[in-house]
C-alpha cells in the first residue's frame, strides 16, 4: 500500500493549543499540554502512546464527548469547544462513529437490532444488515450478544458505528480486550472501512505494532505530541504482529 498525501488533503478536525485539566481533590492533574493535531480527509491515523499519555482524552474532545480547557477544536469553520450541549450532540450524531474498547451492545436485542438504534436516527444510513456484512457478519444478523464472540461483537460496534455513515470514525483501543486473532480481524474490518468508504479513521492505542497500518502515526507522551511521522509504505492489518 501506499501512503495518503496529508499535505494535499483537507483537515477535517484540528485541535490547536488544546490543554485538558481535571481536578483531583488539591491537585490538578494535566491530561493534555497544548497539543495541535489535525485528522486529514480520507486518512487511516494510528495515535500511540502509554496508558495516562493523553490519548482517550483527546479523542473524547476531538469526538465533541468533551471540551477542552483551552484552546480549539475546528470543524467545518466552527469551533467545538464553544459549541452548546444541544450542538455538540448533532455533530456526535451525524459525523462521527466510536468505537471503544468494550463493545456497549444492548444485551436484549440481536446484532441486526443493536445496528439499527444508530440507522433509525441516521439522515442516510446504511441498512443495518448491509453494514454488518460489510463486517462479516451477515450470516450472524439475529444472533444476541451472548451467542457471539468477543471479536463478533467488537465487530457489531464497528457496523453499528459505520451504518450512519459517519466521515469520521474515532476508535479507541478497538482490540484492547480481544485476543490476538480476535484483534487483527477487528483491525481488517477498520482498514476495510477506511479504503471502501473513503471514512477518515483514527485508532487510537497502546499497542505500537498496529502503526504500521497507518498513513500517518502521532505518539503521544505526557499529554504532548512528541513525534508524528509518516508510513513510506503500509502493513497490512492481516500482516500485524504483537
Not at 444510513?125 to 439475529?142: C, F, I, K, S, T
Not at 469520521?168 to 476495510?192: K, W
Request: include cysteine; proline fraction near 4%; charge should be negative.
Amino acid at each position: 500500500m501506499t501512503t495518503r498525501s496529508a499535505d494535499s488533503a483537507k483537515a477535517v478536525l484540528e485541535a490547536r493549543d488544546v490543554t485538558r485539566t481535571y481536578r483531583m481533590g488539591e491537585v490538578d492533574v494535566h491530561a493534555l499540554r497544548g497539543v495541535d493535531f489535525a485528522l486529514f480527509q480520507g486518512e487511516f491515523l494510528v495515535l500511540v502512546g502509554a496508558s495516562g499519555s493523553g490519548k482517550s482524552t483527546l479523542m473524547n474532545i476531538l469526538g465533541g464527548l468533551d471540551r477542552p480547557t483551552s484552546g480549539s477544536v475546528l470543524f467545518d469553520g466552527k469551533d467545538l469547544a464553544r459549541a452548546g450541549d444541544r450542538e455538540l450532540t448533532e455533530f456526535r450524531r451525524r459525523h462521527v462513529g466510536f468505537v471503544f474498547q468494550f463493545y456497549n451492545l444492548m444485551p436484549s436485542l440481536t446484532a441486526r437490532e443493536n445496528v439499527a438504534l444508530v440507522t433509525e436516527i441516521a439522515r442516510d444510513p446504511l441498512a443495518p444488515a448491509e453494514a454488518l456484512e460489510m463486517v462479516g457478519l451477515g450470516h450472524r444478523l439475529d444472533h444476541f450478544p451472548s451467542q457471539l464472540s468477543g471479536g463478533e461483537q467488537q465487530r457489531v460496534a464497528v457496523a453499528r458505528a459505520i451504518a450512519k455513515r459517519p466521515e469520521i470514525l474515532l476508535c479507541d483501543e478497538p482490540t484492547g480486550a480481544l485476543d490476538y486473532r480476535s484483534g487483527v480481524v477487528v483491525l481488517e474490518v477498520i482498514e476495510r472501512v477506511n479504503q471502501e468508504l473513503g471514512t477518515t479513521t483514527a485508532v487510537i492505542t497502546h499497542n505500537a505494532p498496529i502503526a504500521a497500518m497507518a498513513n500517518r502515526v502521532v505518539i503521544l507522551h505526557d499529554g504532548e505530541v512528541e513525534e508524528e511521522r509518516r508510513n513510506e509504505s503500509r502493513t497490512p492489518a492481516s500482516e500485524i504482529r504483537w
